[in-house]
């Protein structure tokens, strides 16, 4: 399949990132945020959405909750947008929050109307949300996964029932009246996209037939892209290049230097992921009894750092990704950066890595890059960057890896 390359960035108002307070999610007060600056900043990336539409790109958008590193607190709401004011793009959201939602018919009928809108252009991506974000939400976090599936089943069948109202009663939802207008214009509904971080979603996505994206994950990645091939591979499903989506930080320049400092600007929203108050990491229940025994036992090593803060090097040693510098985060394949002959090779050499991947999530803004070295940024990969990516085929060699990671 040919590449498709999804504009992306978090929407980050980082003028609360300084001093670093206790914690950037959930108890920052929101009388640090001027409501003229983030109008300022959301009229903005709409503008650089909306170019992308121009450059032969797509446009994916995901939504954060009581935080200052990204003010779009809903999917919908920006791709309703969207979905009007262009003509070209696909609109992805990866991804709604359906498992801290008490609403998934409110969903569906989001989804559907964008759909409409766009005339058949939206991608529906959901996610589980991070572990903090239950607190904002007023949710459960014992049975998120089973919540968040059934959210999904139900999702699904609302948008693909025709024949008038259906009841539903399930573990968590109830439901006497579903019938959902209008249905959406892809039919029977949009694509379908989720995310994981580790190689264990791999199974359970591949099982629902929808498309795995990874955020930032680098080498780690190969192993979920592996374990979603080998299981689709033994239920006879789809398992090609464009059921993989792969987000990673990318900066271009004429210069690498100057593409390195666009990517030390993007990173601002790496450093400050981690600036979470400990009380909202790990809710009672959110994981399993196993899991939380393993971290306590590793807590205690001195300088310990959660695997989930950090990246894991080419040599397999990890850094953390509070401190990790631009080269660090190349090596870990985390970031693509400097002249468009290196990103497309870098970008190359993780196709290759993984066996092969269909869509590039490309975070081209972030932290402090300004609206000016952001546009930059677009073009010049527009230009000189995505039409090679749209050729890209896997080595023999790396293809031959790929399938017998799959059998």
Known sequence: MTMRVWGF????????????????RNSLPSRLMDPAKAADILHRHLDEWSMLDELGM?????????????????CTLPLSILARETKKSRLMSLGIHIANRPDPIRVAEEVALIDVYSRGRFEMGFVKASPYEVYPANAQPVGQQRRFLEAYDLICKALTSHDGPFSWEGEFFHFRDVNVWPRPYQQPLPPTWFVSMSPDGGGWIAEKGAGV??????????????????????IGKPHGPDKFAYLAIVAVADTDEEAKRRAWEILGYVRTSPIVAKQFVNPPGYVSVEANARALRTSIIPNYVPPYATFQLR??????????????LIDAMA????????????????????????HLLMMGQGGNLN???????????????????????LDPQSEDKALAAAQ
């Open 213 to 234: 994206g990874t955020f930032l994950s680098g080498r780690l990645s190969k192993s979920l892209f592996d374990s979603y091939r080998q299981r689709a591979r033994e």
């Open 9 to 24: 960035c978090e929407n980050a108002y980082p003028e609360a990132w300084e001093p670093t307070p206790p914690s950037l």
């Open 58 to 74: 797509d446009i994916c958008i995901n939504e954060h909750h009581s935080t200052a590193t990204c003010l779009n607190s809903s």
């Open 315 to 328: 040599d397999g040693s990890r850094i953390p990704q509070a401190t990790a510098s631009v080269d660090q």
């Open 335 to 358: 970031v693509f950066a400097g002249t468009p002959d290196k990103v497309y090779e870098q970008i190359k050499e993780y196709y290759n890595y993984v066996g092969g991947f269909g």
């Open 371 to 393: 609206h000016r070295d952001t546009v930059d940024n677009y073009r010049l990969f527009a230009r000189d960057v995505l039409p090679r990516l749209k050729a890209l085929t």
